[in-house]
Each structure stands twice: as C-alpha cells, then as structure tokens.
C-alpha cells in the first residue's frame, strides 16, 4: 500500500503526522521524502520522521532554501528531477507500507514541468493502490483549506483516506472545537496529533502515537 501524506499547507505538521503513521502502519514501513527544501539550514524532514519512530526514510533532492521545490531549484540553478522518475522509485519499493510526504501543499510544484504532490499521487495511483492522508491545522480557515485540498484529490480520482490535525492545542478555543466536529463533514477524522508531540523522544512518541488514531 502507498500512502501519499500531503497537507493543506505548510507548517501544519506533516512531518510528525507521517511519522505517527509509520509507527502504526503494519508490515514493513519506509518514508519517501523525494524532495526537501531548506538542506543549508539542516532541515530534514527524514531525518527527523526517523529520529521519532524509528522507521527507514528516504530522501531524494535536497535544496538550499526553504521555498517551494522548483522555485528553490531555479535560484540554485540546479536542475531536479521530474515528478514521472519520483513516481517510479517509488512504485519500485517493495515495503509492505511505503509512505511519501509531500511538501508544502498538494499544489507546491515538485518540479520545473510543473508536477505537483497531486500530479505524483494521480501517476501512484495508475499503477497501484493509492491512498491520500490530508493533514489539516486546528483553527479557523482549515475548513476552507481542507475542503478545497480533498476536493482537488477526489477530481482526479484519488482515495482520500481521512484527515490528521498536526498539532491539537492543550487549550482549544471556540474554533478549533467546533473544527473537531466539522471537520468530519469533508472526510474521516483518523488522528488528532497534540501540539508539541514533535519535541517527544522516540520512546515516547512511539508509546504515544497509537493513542492519537483512537477515535
């Protein structure tokens, strides 16, 4: 099974949200992080998918800074790859489970084609089974986002395996309470990740993890 973790924007916790789901997915498990931005500052989503669950992840095309990929490529002139060659290595790995995350949004451009996380889940998909996890934010304005991001993944015909909100604050307000219920609305709520599970040791995330997918 491949599952294509993606999110209504950045910064909404998908690099936790896929580390959770590797800690629970059965089977033998690996990460693809094909593209990460932000390599001079050290940022590595991988690595740090790996230093809290234990589970092997790849990364494929490293860029300086922290834009989106095909932007980040242009002002390093370097050039990367297309999106077609991610889905292959991918469709080529032979885990029970293998799990890609995205970056940015669904509609960041992976590359200078103009490929995007949806154009690699719609290639995914036409060679296996495909599913798509949408991490979404708590607060007001994810209602919009998450509806327009499940709405773009099921025009082209892609399964939408439910919704993880990345970071659930210890002290929700009116907003993120009333998110809870609505959210479920647009498609099943499977995690409710809490703020700050990021900072967890690997002993503790991975102790904590299963109990995020209760619901």
């Not at 690996?30 to 940022?43: E, I, S």
């Not at 002139?77 to 029970?96: C, E, H, N």
Request: aromatic content about 2%; hydrophobic content about 45%.
């Amino acid at each position: 099974m491949i599952t294509v973790v993606t999110g209504t924007s950045t910064g909404v916790g998908k690099t936790v949200a896929t580390a959770a789901l590797a800690v629970t997915a059965p089977g033998s498990v690996v990460v693809v992080k094909p593209v990460q931005t932000g390599a001079a500052d050290g940022d590595s989503d991988a690595r740090e998918v790996t230093r809290l669950s234990g589970v092997e992840s790849l990364e494929w095309t490293t860029l300086d800074e922290p834009l989106a990929p095909d932007t980040a490529a242009r002002r390093q002139g370097v050039k990367i790859p297309a999106v077609a060659s991610y889905a292959s290595r991918i469709d080529a790995l032979t885990q029970d489970t293998v799990l890609v995350e995205g970056a940015g949004g669904l509609l960041v451009r992976l590359d200078a084609a103009g490929g995007t996380v949806l154009d690699l889940a719609a290639l995914l998909d036409a060679r296996t089974e495909v599913e798509v996890v949408v991490v979404v934010g708590a607060g007001l304005g994810t209602l919009n986002h998450t509806e327009l991001t499940v709405d773009a993944l099921r025009a082209r015909g892609l399964t939408v395996r439910g919704l993880v909100i990345g970071a659930w604050p210890a002290e929700p307000g009116l907003a993120e309470r009333c998110n809870l219920e609505d959210l479920e609305r647009i498609a099943p709520l499977l995690a409710v990740i809490p703020e700050g599970a990021g900072s967890l040791d690997r002993e503790g995330f991975v102790a904590q993890a299963a109990g995020w997918f209760q619901r």
